[in-house]
Protein backbone atom coordinates (compact mmCIF):
# COMPACT_ATOMS: atom_id res chain seq x y z
CA UNK A 1 0.00 0.00 0.00
CA UNK A 2 1.50 3.63 -1.10
CA UNK A 3 1.64 6.45 1.20
CA UNK A 4 -0.65 8.50 -0.27
CA UNK A 5 -3.16 5.56 -0.20
CA UNK A 6 -2.85 4.97 2.85
CA UNK A 7 -2.66 8.50 3.84
CA UNK A 8 -6.16 9.35 2.07
CA UNK A 9 -7.57 5.76 3.88
CA UNK A 10 -6.50 7.47 6.76
CA UNK A 11 -7.91 11.06 6.18
CA UNK A 12 -11.65 10.20 4.89
CA UNK A 13 -11.64 6.83 5.65
CA UNK A 14 -14.69 6.83 2.82
CA UNK A 15 -13.59 3.74 0.74
CA UNK A 16 -13.41 1.52 4.07
CA UNK A 17 -16.62 2.54 5.09
CA UNK A 18 -18.61 2.29 2.06
CA UNK A 19 -17.06 -1.51 2.23
CA UNK A 20 -18.04 -1.98 5.26
CA UNK A 21 -21.56 -0.86 4.55
CA UNK A 22 -21.79 -3.31 1.40
CA UNK A 23 -20.43 -6.34 3.29
CA UNK A 24 -22.71 -5.00 6.21
CA UNK A 25 -25.57 -5.66 3.73
CA UNK A 26 -24.89 -8.62 1.76
CA UNK A 27 -23.33 -11.62 4.20
CA UNK A 28 -25.81 -13.86 5.38
CA UNK A 29 -25.87 -13.58 8.85
CA UNK A 30 -25.25 -16.58 11.52
CA UNK A 31 -26.28 -16.57 14.55
CA UNK A 32 -23.60 -15.09 16.95
CA UNK A 33 -25.75 -15.78 19.98
CA UNK A 34 -27.71 -12.25 20.00
CA UNK A 35 -30.03 -10.94 22.27
CA UNK A 36 -31.90 -8.02 20.66
CA UNK A 37 -32.17 -6.19 24.49
CA UNK A 38 -29.04 -6.71 26.08
CA UNK A 39 -27.17 -6.58 22.81
CA UNK A 40 -28.83 -3.06 21.78
CA UNK A 41 -26.51 -0.19 20.70
CA UNK A 42 -26.35 2.70 23.36
CA UNK A 43 -25.77 6.07 21.32
CA UNK A 44 -24.12 8.70 23.80
CA UNK A 45 -20.90 9.74 24.52
CA UNK A 46 -18.36 9.25 27.09
CA UNK A 47 -17.04 11.89 29.24
CA UNK A 48 -14.79 14.97 27.54
CA UNK A 49 -11.74 13.75 29.53
CA UNK A 50 -11.73 10.18 28.65
CA UNK A 51 -8.86 8.46 27.88
CA UNK A 52 -8.43 6.57 24.45
CA UNK A 53 -5.04 4.84 24.48
CA UNK A 54 -3.62 1.72 22.65
CA UNK A 55 -0.73 -0.42 24.04
CA UNK A 56 1.98 -2.24 23.64
CA UNK A 57 4.93 -4.42 25.35
CA UNK A 58 8.49 -4.17 25.42
CA UNK A 59 9.25 -8.01 24.07
CA UNK A 60 6.50 -8.19 22.22
CA UNK A 61 7.49 -5.03 20.06
CA UNK A 62 11.25 -3.34 20.63
CA UNK A 63 13.34 -6.48 19.21
CA UNK A 64 17.05 -5.17 19.61
CA UNK A 65 17.30 -8.02 22.32
CA UNK A 66 21.29 -8.05 22.61
CA UNK A 67 21.86 -4.37 21.38
CA UNK A 68 24.69 -2.56 23.91
CA UNK A 69 24.59 -4.02 27.57
CA UNK A 70 20.86 -5.23 27.27
CA UNK A 71 20.95 -8.61 29.29
CA UNK A 72 18.91 -11.42 28.40
CA UNK A 73 15.44 -12.25 29.64
CA UNK A 74 13.48 -14.78 30.47
CA UNK A 75 11.69 -14.25 27.19
CA UNK A 76 14.68 -14.15 25.24
CA UNK A 77 16.02 -17.60 26.35
CA UNK A 78 12.98 -19.27 25.98
CA UNK A 79 12.58 -18.26 22.33
CA UNK A 80 16.36 -19.46 21.63
CA UNK A 81 15.91 -23.02 23.10
CA UNK A 82 14.54 -24.75 19.95
CA UNK A 83 15.61 -23.32 16.52
CA UNK A 84 11.77 -23.82 15.32
CA UNK A 85 10.82 -21.07 17.30
CA UNK A 86 9.44 -17.29 16.54
CA UNK A 87 11.94 -14.77 18.70
CA UNK A 88 11.68 -11.25 19.71
CA UNK A 89 15.05 -10.77 18.55
CA UNK A 90 13.61 -8.53 15.94
CA UNK A 91 10.23 -8.00 15.96
CA UNK A 92 8.92 -4.82 15.10
CA UNK A 93 12.39 -3.11 15.46
CA UNK A 94 10.67 -0.36 17.36
CA UNK A 95 13.67 0.09 19.59
CA UNK A 96 14.71 1.98 16.11
CA UNK A 97 11.04 2.58 14.67
CA UNK A 98 9.69 4.33 17.92
CA UNK A 99 9.38 7.74 16.05
CA UNK A 100 7.40 6.40 13.53
CA UNK A 101 5.10 4.59 15.72
CA UNK A 102 3.93 7.64 17.51
CA UNK A 103 3.14 8.74 13.78
CA UNK A 104 0.92 6.07 13.99
CA UNK A 105 -1.03 7.02 17.88
CA UNK A 106 -0.99 10.77 15.70
CA UNK A 107 -2.74 9.23 13.01
CA UNK A 108 -5.27 8.02 15.24
CA UNK A 109 -6.04 10.88 17.27
CA UNK A 110 -4.45 9.03 20.46
CA UNK A 111 -3.31 10.99 23.34
CA UNK A 112 -1.97 7.84 25.37
CA UNK A 113 -0.05 5.33 24.52
CA UNK A 114 0.69 2.02 26.98
CA UNK A 115 4.16 0.55 26.92
CA UNK A 116 6.83 -1.34 28.95
CA UNK A 117 9.95 -1.02 30.16
CA UNK A 118 12.29 -4.01 29.72
CA UNK A 119 13.56 -4.21 33.20
CA UNK A 120 16.92 -6.08 31.42
CA UNK A 121 17.25 -3.14 29.16
CA UNK A 122 17.96 -1.07 32.18
CA UNK A 123 19.83 -3.04 34.53
CA UNK A 124 21.49 -6.32 32.51
CA UNK A 125 21.13 -8.76 35.00
CA UNK A 126 18.18 -7.47 37.04
CA UNK A 127 20.39 -5.80 39.78
CA UNK A 128 21.45 -2.06 40.00
CA UNK A 129 24.71 -3.05 41.72
CA UNK A 130 25.80 -4.91 38.72
CA UNK A 131 25.20 -1.40 36.25
CA UNK A 132 23.03 0.34 34.04
CA UNK A 133 23.00 0.06 30.75
CA UNK A 134 22.73 3.83 29.66
CA UNK A 135 21.60 3.39 25.98
CA UNK A 136 18.69 1.39 27.37
CA UNK A 137 17.93 4.98 29.71
CA UNK A 138 18.48 6.70 26.96
CA UNK A 139 16.16 4.81 25.11
CA UNK A 140 13.41 5.19 26.94
CA UNK A 141 14.10 8.72 27.48
CA UNK A 142 13.98 9.64 23.83
CA UNK A 143 10.44 7.29 23.55
CA UNK A 144 8.98 9.30 26.51
CA UNK A 145 10.26 12.87 25.08
CA UNK A 146 8.80 12.22 21.56
CA UNK A 147 5.87 11.40 22.83
CA UNK A 148 5.35 14.21 25.15
CA UNK A 149 6.58 16.42 22.37
CA UNK A 150 3.79 15.19 20.04
CA UNK A 151 1.13 15.33 22.79
CA UNK A 152 0.98 11.85 23.74
CA UNK A 153 0.64 11.06 27.59
CA UNK A 154 2.98 7.27 28.28
CA UNK A 155 1.64 5.23 30.62
CA UNK A 156 4.25 2.88 31.51
CA UNK A 157 4.10 -0.67 32.49
CA UNK A 158 7.59 -1.83 34.88
CA UNK A 159 7.07 -5.12 34.27
CA UNK A 160 5.46 -6.94 31.13
CA UNK A 161 7.07 -10.42 31.52
CA UNK A 162 10.49 -10.38 30.65
CA UNK A 163 11.86 -10.75 33.92
CA UNK A 164 16.09 -10.56 33.74
CA UNK A 165 17.21 -13.83 33.35
CA UNK A 166 20.00 -13.43 35.66
CA UNK A 167 17.30 -12.86 38.72
CA UNK A 168 16.11 -16.38 37.10
CA UNK A 169 19.04 -18.15 38.03
CA UNK A 170 19.83 -16.20 41.09
CA UNK A 171 16.96 -16.12 42.99
CA UNK A 172 14.80 -18.59 41.38
CA UNK A 173 12.39 -15.27 39.75
CA UNK A 174 9.04 -15.24 41.77
CA UNK A 175 9.37 -18.39 43.31
CA UNK A 176 11.93 -16.60 45.67
CA UNK A 177 11.89 -17.56 49.12
CA UNK A 178 8.21 -16.51 49.56
CA UNK A 179 7.34 -17.33 52.87
CA UNK A 180 9.72 -14.56 54.76
CA UNK A 181 10.03 -10.96 54.73
CA UNK A 182 13.29 -10.53 53.46
CA UNK A 183 12.34 -12.05 49.98
CA UNK A 184 14.91 -10.75 47.53
CA UNK A 185 13.06 -10.15 44.74
CA UNK A 186 10.92 -7.77 46.30
CA UNK A 187 13.74 -5.07 47.18
CA UNK A 188 14.87 -6.01 43.43
CA UNK A 189 11.73 -4.91 41.98
CA UNK A 190 11.42 -2.12 44.22
CA UNK A 191 15.14 -0.53 42.89
CA UNK A 192 14.28 -1.14 39.54
CA UNK A 193 10.68 0.83 40.38
CA UNK A 194 13.09 3.47 41.97
CA UNK A 195 14.91 3.53 39.32
CA UNK A 196 12.17 4.21 36.95
CA UNK A 197 10.55 7.39 39.20
CA UNK A 198 13.58 8.55 39.32
CA UNK A 199 14.54 8.70 35.54
CA UNK A 200 11.09 8.85 34.01
CA UNK A 201 8.31 10.30 36.77
CA UNK A 202 9.29 13.69 35.94
CA UNK A 203 7.29 13.57 32.54
CA UNK A 204 5.32 9.71 33.20
CA UNK A 205 2.26 10.37 35.62
CA UNK A 206 0.33 6.55 35.11
CA UNK A 207 2.64 3.13 36.31
CA UNK A 208 1.52 -0.03 35.80
CA UNK A 209 3.75 -2.01 38.22
CA UNK A 210 2.90 -5.62 36.77
CA UNK A 211 1.10 -7.04 33.73
CA UNK A 212 -1.43 -9.66 34.37
CA UNK A 213 0.74 -11.42 37.26
CA UNK A 214 -2.12 -13.93 36.64
CA UNK A 215 -0.66 -15.50 33.63
CA UNK A 216 2.60 -14.86 35.20
CA UNK A 217 2.26 -17.19 38.01
CA UNK A 218 0.12 -19.37 36.53
CA UNK A 219 1.76 -20.08 33.13
CA UNK A 220 5.21 -19.45 34.16
CA UNK A 221 5.43 -20.96 37.41
CA UNK A 222 2.30 -23.56 37.85
CA UNK A 223 1.21 -24.92 34.28
CA UNK A 224 5.04 -24.25 32.96
CA UNK A 225 4.10 -23.17 29.14
CA UNK A 226 5.91 -19.20 29.82
CA UNK A 227 9.35 -18.81 30.78
CA UNK A 228 11.51 -19.69 33.34
CA UNK A 229 8.33 -23.06 32.27
CA UNK A 230 8.49 -23.99 36.42
CA UNK A 231 5.95 -26.91 36.65
CA UNK A 232 4.77 -27.22 39.90
CA UNK A 233 1.12 -27.19 39.11
CA UNK A 234 -0.18 -27.76 42.69
CA UNK A 235 1.55 -24.75 44.08
CA UNK A 236 3.78 -23.32 41.84
CA UNK A 237 1.32 -20.02 40.63
CA UNK A 238 -0.09 -19.27 44.68
CA UNK A 239 3.75 -19.03 45.29
CA UNK A 240 4.67 -16.75 42.41
CA UNK A 241 1.56 -14.85 42.97
CA UNK A 242 2.42 -14.23 46.62
CA UNK A 243 5.71 -12.74 45.61
CA UNK A 244 4.60 -10.80 42.67
CA UNK A 245 1.70 -9.18 45.36
CA UNK A 246 4.46 -8.16 47.53
CA UNK A 247 6.95 -6.97 45.28
CA UNK A 248 3.55 -4.66 43.55
CA UNK A 249 3.34 -3.64 46.85
CA UNK A 250 6.72 -2.16 47.52
CA UNK A 251 6.73 -0.72 43.90
CA UNK A 252 3.71 1.20 45.15
CA UNK A 253 5.21 2.36 48.86
CA UNK A 254 8.21 3.79 47.51
CA UNK A 255 6.74 5.86 44.53
CA UNK A 256 4.32 6.75 47.64
CA UNK A 257 7.11 7.67 50.22
CA UNK A 258 9.77 9.15 47.52
CA UNK A 259 8.32 10.25 44.47
CA UNK A 260 4.26 11.16 45.21
CA UNK A 261 4.77 13.96 46.36
CA UNK A 262 6.83 15.99 43.76
CA UNK A 263 5.59 13.99 40.77
CA UNK A 264 2.19 13.35 41.41
CA UNK A 265 1.58 10.20 39.37
CA UNK A 266 -0.39 7.57 39.98
CA UNK A 267 0.08 3.49 40.51
CA UNK A 268 -1.43 0.86 39.82
CA UNK A 269 -1.52 -3.08 38.40
CA UNK A 270 -2.82 -4.34 35.19
CA UNK A 271 -4.90 -7.04 36.28
CA UNK A 272 -6.65 -9.51 33.62
CA UNK A 273 -9.86 -11.65 34.28
CA UNK A 274 -12.44 -13.59 32.21
CA UNK A 275 -16.01 -12.64 33.00
CA UNK A 276 -17.19 -15.64 34.48
CA UNK A 277 -20.74 -16.36 33.62
CA UNK A 278 -23.53 -18.65 35.26
CA UNK A 279 -24.56 -21.52 32.91
CA UNK A 280 -27.35 -22.24 34.89
CA UNK A 281 -28.14 -18.85 35.93
CA UNK A 282 -31.10 -20.29 38.23
CA UNK A 283 -29.43 -22.69 40.41
CA UNK A 284 -27.41 -21.17 43.71
CA UNK A 285 -24.88 -23.80 43.24
CA UNK A 286 -23.89 -22.11 39.56
CA UNK A 287 -23.87 -18.72 40.47
CA UNK A 288 -21.63 -19.62 43.56
CA UNK A 289 -19.45 -21.29 41.24
CA UNK A 290 -19.00 -18.44 38.96
CA UNK A 291 -18.12 -16.07 41.62
CA UNK A 292 -15.42 -18.30 42.65
CA UNK A 293 -14.14 -18.66 39.11
CA UNK A 294 -14.12 -14.36 39.53
CA UNK A 295 -12.40 -14.66 42.54
CA UNK A 296 -9.74 -17.13 41.94
CA UNK A 297 -9.26 -15.17 39.39
CA UNK A 298 -8.86 -11.52 39.49
CA UNK A 299 -9.95 -11.92 43.74
CA UNK A 300 -7.06 -13.47 43.66
CA UNK A 301 -4.97 -10.29 43.64
CA UNK A 302 -7.74 -7.71 43.67
CA UNK A 303 -9.33 -8.58 47.27
CA UNK A 304 -5.57 -8.40 48.79
CA UNK A 305 -5.02 -5.13 47.07
CA UNK A 306 -8.29 -3.27 46.87
CA UNK A 307 -10.00 -5.16 50.31
CA UNK A 308 -7.98 -5.89 52.95
CA UNK A 309 -4.52 -6.92 51.71
CA UNK A 310 -5.32 -10.82 52.26
CA UNK A 311 -6.90 -13.70 50.02
CA UNK A 312 -10.54 -13.94 49.06
CA UNK A 313 -12.54 -15.76 51.68
CA UNK A 314 -13.80 -18.31 49.68
CA UNK A 315 -10.35 -18.73 48.08
CA UNK A 316 -8.95 -19.47 51.24
CA UNK A 317 -11.68 -21.93 52.84
CA UNK A 318 -11.58 -24.11 49.43
CA UNK A 319 -7.47 -23.63 49.87
CA UNK A 320 -8.06 -24.59 53.34
CA UNK A 321 -10.35 -27.74 52.83
CA UNK A 322 -8.36 -28.69 50.03
CA UNK A 323 -5.06 -28.75 52.05
CA UNK A 324 -6.64 -30.74 54.95
CA UNK A 325 -8.51 -33.49 52.09
CA UNK A 326 -4.91 -33.69 50.49
CA UNK A 327 -3.50 -34.66 54.22
CA UNK A 328 -1.19 -31.51 53.85
CA UNK A 329 -0.03 -29.77 57.43
CA UNK A 330 -1.17 -26.62 55.56
CA UNK A 331 -3.18 -25.19 52.28
CA UNK A 332 -1.27 -24.67 49.48
CA UNK A 333 -2.27 -21.10 49.06
CA UNK A 334 0.04 -19.28 51.42
CA UNK A 335 -0.52 -16.94 54.06
CA UNK A 336 0.63 -13.33 54.49
CA UNK A 337 1.50 -12.11 57.96
CA UNK A 338 -0.36 -9.25 59.50
CA UNK A 339 2.42 -6.68 58.79
CA UNK A 340 2.07 -7.50 55.32
CA UNK A 341 -1.31 -7.52 55.11
CA UNK A 342 -1.65 -3.74 56.36
CA UNK A 343 1.38 -3.12 54.03
CA UNK A 344 -0.49 -5.02 50.76
CA UNK A 345 -3.87 -3.15 51.85
CA UNK A 346 -5.00 -0.62 49.23
CA UNK A 347 -1.46 -0.46 47.08
CA UNK A 348 -3.32 0.74 43.78
CA UNK A 349 -4.99 4.12 43.14
CA UNK A 350 -7.27 3.37 40.15
CA UNK A 351 -8.11 -0.10 38.77
CA UNK A 352 -6.40 -1.43 35.77
CA UNK A 353 -8.20 -3.92 34.07
CA UNK A 354 -7.51 -6.22 30.85
CA UNK A 355 -10.59 -7.89 29.71
CA UNK A 356 -10.23 -10.61 26.39
CA UNK A 357 -13.24 -13.26 27.26
CA UNK A 358 -16.05 -14.70 29.33
CA UNK A 359 -16.44 -18.49 30.54
CA UNK A 360 -19.24 -20.51 31.11
CA UNK A 361 -19.25 -21.85 34.46
CA UNK A 362 -20.69 -24.76 36.25
CA UNK A 363 -20.05 -26.39 39.56
CA UNK A 364 -18.18 -29.04 38.99
CA UNK A 365 -18.68 -30.26 43.25
CA UNK A 366 -15.61 -31.05 45.14
CA UNK A 367 -12.90 -31.97 42.98
CA UNK A 368 -10.66 -34.75 44.74
CA UNK A 369 -7.02 -35.24 42.59
CA UNK A 370 -3.97 -36.63 43.46
CA UNK A 371 -2.54 -33.93 41.00
CA UNK A 372 -4.38 -31.05 42.30
CA UNK A 373 -4.02 -27.58 39.97
CA UNK A 374 -5.11 -23.77 39.69
CA UNK A 375 -8.25 -25.43 37.62
CA UNK A 376 -9.11 -28.25 39.91
CA UNK A 377 -8.75 -25.93 42.92
CA UNK A 378 -11.75 -24.07 41.74
CA UNK A 379 -14.45 -26.86 41.82
CA UNK A 380 -15.80 -25.56 38.68
CA UNK A 381 -16.62 -26.70 34.98
CA UNK A 382 -16.14 -24.03 32.36
CA UNK A 383 -16.80 -24.06 29.09
CA UNK A 384 -18.46 -21.47 26.63
CA UNK A 385 -21.84 -21.39 24.79
CA UNK A 386 -22.28 -22.85 21.27
CA UNK A 387 -23.11 -19.87 19.46
CA UNK A 388 -19.98 -17.77 20.51
CA UNK A 389 -17.81 -16.06 18.25
CA UNK A 390 -14.33 -18.14 18.46
CA UNK A 391 -11.07 -16.42 17.74
CA UNK A 392 -7.67 -17.83 16.64
CA UNK A 393 -7.14 -18.25 20.23
CA UNK A 394 -8.62 -21.39 21.45
CA UNK A 395 -9.35 -19.69 24.79
CA UNK A 396 -10.67 -16.31 23.00
CA UNK A 397 -14.51 -16.26 22.40
CA UNK A 398 -16.01 -13.10 21.71
CA UNK A 399 -18.45 -12.13 24.64
CA UNK A 400 -18.57 -8.28 24.69
CA UNK A 401 -21.33 -7.92 27.21
CA UNK A 402 -18.91 -10.06 29.80
CA UNK A 403 -17.12 -6.66 30.06
CA UNK A 404 -19.75 -4.80 31.11
CA UNK A 405 -20.71 -7.50 33.37
CA UNK A 406 -17.06 -7.60 34.84
CA UNK A 407 -16.91 -3.69 35.39
CA UNK A 408 -20.28 -3.64 37.43
CA UNK A 409 -18.72 -6.61 39.75
CA UNK A 410 -15.42 -4.52 39.99
CA UNK A 411 -17.90 -1.46 40.97
CA UNK A 412 -19.55 -3.36 43.48
CA UNK A 413 -16.53 -5.50 44.95
CA UNK A 414 -13.51 -3.22 44.99
CA UNK A 415 -15.46 0.06 46.21
CA UNK A 416 -16.79 2.21 43.15
CA UNK A 417 -12.70 2.52 42.32
CA UNK A 418 -11.65 4.44 39.08
CA UNK A 419 -10.99 2.02 36.08
CA UNK A 420 -8.86 1.83 32.96
CA UNK A 421 -8.99 -0.89 30.84
CA UNK A 422 -5.64 -1.52 29.40
CA UNK A 423 -6.14 -3.43 27.32
CA UNK A 424 -9.46 -5.14 24.82
CA UNK A 425 -8.56 -6.83 21.28
CA UNK A 426 -9.64 -9.42 19.74
CA UNK A 427 -7.03 -11.41 17.37
CA UNK A 428 -6.89 -12.91 13.85
CA UNK A 429 -4.67 -15.12 11.65
CA UNK A 430 -1.03 -14.70 10.12
CA UNK A 431 -2.73 -14.87 6.86
CA UNK A 432 -1.32 -14.65 2.87
CA UNK A 433 -2.58 -12.22 1.63
CA UNK A 434 -2.73 -9.97 4.62
CA UNK A 435 -6.06 -9.37 6.49
CA UNK A 436 -5.89 -5.32 6.14
CA UNK A 437 -9.61 -5.45 5.92
CA UNK A 438 -10.05 -6.96 10.00
CA UNK A 439 -13.60 -6.88 9.95
CA UNK A 440 -13.62 -8.58 13.01
CA UNK A 441 -11.59 -6.78 14.66
CA UNK A 442 -13.60 -3.68 14.01
CA UNK A 443 -17.08 -5.34 14.77
CA UNK A 444 -15.57 -6.66 18.45
CA UNK A 445 -14.01 -2.93 19.20
CA UNK A 446 -17.13 -1.37 18.46
CA UNK A 447 -19.15 -3.69 20.25
CA UNK A 448 -16.71 -3.88 23.47
CA UNK A 449 -16.03 -0.10 23.62
CA UNK A 450 -20.32 0.15 23.53
CA UNK A 451 -20.38 -2.23 26.16
CA UNK A 452 -17.59 0.01 28.55
CA UNK A 453 -20.08 2.78 27.37
CA UNK A 454 -22.99 1.18 28.74
CA UNK A 455 -21.33 0.46 32.47
CA UNK A 456 -20.88 3.88 32.28
CA UNK A 457 -23.57 6.07 31.19
CA UNK A 458 -26.22 2.94 32.54
CA UNK A 459 -24.40 1.49 35.21
CA UNK A 460 -22.10 4.22 36.63
CA UNK A 461 -19.03 2.45 36.64
CA UNK A 462 -16.31 5.15 36.80
CA UNK A 463 -14.87 4.19 33.45
CA UNK A 464 -11.76 6.45 32.74
CA UNK A 465 -9.90 5.06 29.75
CA UNK A 466 -9.82 2.22 27.09
CA UNK A 467 -7.10 0.93 25.63
CA UNK A 468 -6.34 -0.65 22.18
CA UNK A 469 -4.56 -4.33 22.59
CA UNK A 470 -2.85 -3.39 20.39
CA UNK A 471 -0.98 -0.49 18.71
CA UNK A 472 0.17 -3.14 16.28
CA UNK A 473 1.22 -6.89 15.22
CA UNK A 474 3.58 -8.01 17.33
CA UNK A 475 5.10 -11.32 19.05
CA UNK A 476 2.79 -13.05 19.80
CA UNK A 477 4.00 -14.98 22.98
CA UNK A 478 4.20 -18.97 22.38
CA UNK A 479 2.64 -18.44 19.28
CA UNK A 480 5.00 -15.64 18.12
CA UNK A 481 3.86 -13.92 14.86
CA UNK A 482 1.16 -16.64 13.64
CA UNK A 483 -1.20 -14.45 15.62
CA UNK A 484 -2.19 -10.76 14.80
CA UNK A 485 -3.87 -8.26 17.19
CA UNK A 486 -2.97 -4.85 15.92
CA UNK A 487 -4.18 -1.59 14.73
CA UNK A 488 -1.03 -1.95 12.25
CA UNK A 489 -0.55 -4.40 10.15
CA UNK A 490 3.50 -5.49 10.53
CA UNK A 491 5.18 -6.82 7.66
CA UNK A 492 7.34 -9.40 9.63
CA UNK A 493 9.30 -10.43 6.03
CA UNK A 494 10.06 -7.03 5.29
CA UNK A 495 14.13 -5.96 7.12
CA UNK A 496 12.36 -2.31 7.47
CA UNK A 497 8.96 -4.25 9.57
CA UNK A 498 6.87 -1.39 7.38
CA UNK A 499 3.58 -0.89 9.19
CA UNK A 500 0.54 -0.76 7.33
CA UNK A 501 -3.34 0.63 8.84
CA UNK A 502 -5.60 -2.16 9.37
CA UNK A 503 -9.25 -0.97 8.34
CA UNK A 504 -9.40 -1.15 11.99
CA UNK A 505 -7.02 1.42 12.79
CA UNK A 506 -9.74 4.09 10.44
CA UNK A 507 -12.60 2.59 12.70
CA UNK A 508 -10.83 3.48 15.84
CA UNK A 509 -9.60 7.15 14.66
CA UNK A 510 -13.42 7.33 14.19
CA UNK A 511 -14.26 6.62 17.80
CA UNK A 512 -11.97 8.54 19.31
CA UNK A 513 -12.80 11.48 17.13
CA UNK A 514 -16.93 10.90 18.17
CA UNK A 515 -15.69 9.84 21.52
CA UNK A 516 -18.48 7.09 21.28
CA UNK A 517 -21.71 6.79 19.32
CA UNK A 518 -23.14 10.27 19.51
CA UNK A 519 -26.50 10.33 17.84
CA UNK A 520 -26.86 11.60 14.71
CA UNK A 521 -23.26 12.16 13.72
CA UNK A 522 -22.39 10.05 10.10
CA UNK A 523 -19.89 7.16 12.26
CA UNK A 524 -23.37 6.08 14.44
CA UNK A 525 -25.18 6.06 11.59
CA UNK A 526 -22.13 3.67 9.83
CA UNK A 527 -22.20 2.02 13.32
CA UNK A 528 -26.03 0.96 12.95
CA UNK A 529 -25.77 -0.59 10.08
CA UNK A 530 -22.71 -2.65 10.70
CA UNK A 531 -24.42 -3.22 14.19
CA UNK A 532 -26.21 -6.79 13.56
CA UNK A 533 -24.25 -7.77 11.26
CA UNK A 534 -21.39 -7.40 13.88
CA UNK A 535 -23.42 -9.79 16.21
CA UNK A 536 -24.51 -12.09 13.91
CA UNK A 537 -21.10 -13.38 12.20
CA UNK A 538 -18.28 -15.28 13.13
CA UNK A 539 -14.64 -14.85 11.72
CA UNK A 540 -15.06 -17.32 9.33
CA UNK A 541 -17.87 -15.33 7.68
CA UNK A 542 -16.06 -12.33 7.89
CA UNK A 543 -12.42 -13.60 6.18
CA UNK A 544 -13.72 -16.19 4.90
CA UNK A 545 -11.64 -19.30 6.89
CA UNK A 546 -14.21 -21.78 5.68
CA UNK A 547 -13.59 -20.47 2.36
CA UNK A 548 -17.40 -21.44 1.95
CA UNK A 549 -20.33 -18.87 1.90
CA UNK A 550 -19.02 -16.66 -0.81
CA UNK A 551 -21.51 -13.94 0.04
CA UNK A 552 -22.59 -11.91 -3.29
CA UNK A 553 -23.99 -15.46 -4.62
CA UNK A 554 -27.90 -14.07 -5.37
CA UNK A 555 -29.16 -11.68 -7.67
CA UNK A 556 -30.71 -10.39 -4.37
CA UNK A 557 -27.55 -10.02 -2.34
CA UNK A 558 -25.70 -8.39 -5.73
CA UNK A 559 -28.78 -5.81 -5.39
CA UNK A 560 -28.39 -4.92 -1.85
CA UNK A 561 -24.69 -4.75 -2.42
CA UNK A 562 -25.58 -1.65 -5.55
CA UNK A 563 -27.66 -0.18 -3.00
CA UNK A 564 -25.72 -0.70 -0.21
CA UNK A 565 -22.65 1.38 -2.45
CA UNK A 566 -25.45 3.68 -3.95
CA UNK A 567 -26.70 4.61 0.12
CA UNK A 568 -22.90 5.81 1.16
CA UNK A 569 -22.38 7.90 -1.43
CA UNK A 570 -25.61 9.63 -0.74
CA UNK A 571 -24.94 9.58 2.67
C1 LIG B 1 -2.54 -10.45 27.24
N1 LIG B 1 -6.43 -15.05 29.56
O1 LIG B 1 -2.53 -11.41 28.23
C2 LIG B 1 -1.15 -9.85 27.29
O2 LIG B 1 -1.07 -8.84 28.25
C3 LIG B 1 -0.61 -9.37 25.98
O3 LIG B 1 0.78 -9.17 26.05
C4 LIG B 1 -0.95 -10.35 24.90
O4 LIG B 1 -0.44 -9.96 23.65
C5 LIG B 1 -2.46 -10.51 24.85
O5 LIG B 1 -2.89 -11.08 26.06
C6 LIG B 1 -2.92 -11.45 23.77
O6 LIG B 1 -2.42 -12.73 23.97
C7 LIG B 1 -3.54 -12.30 28.45
O7 LIG B 1 -6.29 -16.25 29.34
C8 LIG B 1 -3.38 -13.64 28.14
O8 LIG B 1 -7.48 -14.65 30.12
C9 LIG B 1 -4.33 -14.55 28.50
C10 LIG B 1 -5.47 -14.13 29.17
C11 LIG B 1 -5.63 -12.81 29.48
C12 LIG B 1 -4.66 -11.89 29.11
Request: aromatic share 16%; charged share 20%; glycine share 8%.
Amino acid sequence: MSATASDSIMETGTFVNCFLLVISLVIIPVNGGYDKERDALLKGTFPQDFIWSSATAAYQIEGAWNVSDKGPSVWDTLAHQDNNRDTGDVACDSYHKYPADIQLMKQMGLKYYRFSISWPRIFPTGEQQDGVNQDGVDYYNNLINELKANDIEPMVTLFHWDLPQALQDRYGGFLNNHTTNTTVIHDLFGDYARFCYQNFGDRVKYWITFNDPWIIALEGYGIGNFPPKHRDPAEGQYKAAHNIILSHAKAYHIYDDEFRAAQGGQVSIALSCDWGDPKYPDDPDTVEAAERYVQFFVGWFAHAIYKNGDYPDVMKATMARKGREEGRNSSRLPEFTPEQKAYINRTSDFFALNYYTTVEVADSGHIVTENPNYFSDMDVEKGHAADWPQTPFTWLYTVPWGIRKLLGFIRDEYGDPDVYITENGRPDHDRDPAILMDMDRICSYMMHTNEVMKAYSLDNVKVKAFTAWSLMDGYEWLPGYTVRFGLYYVDFNDPDRTRYPKASSVFYKQLVRNNGYPEGSDFTKYVENMWYFCHNTTEAEVNGYTGGASQISSPFSLFLAILGVVCCFID
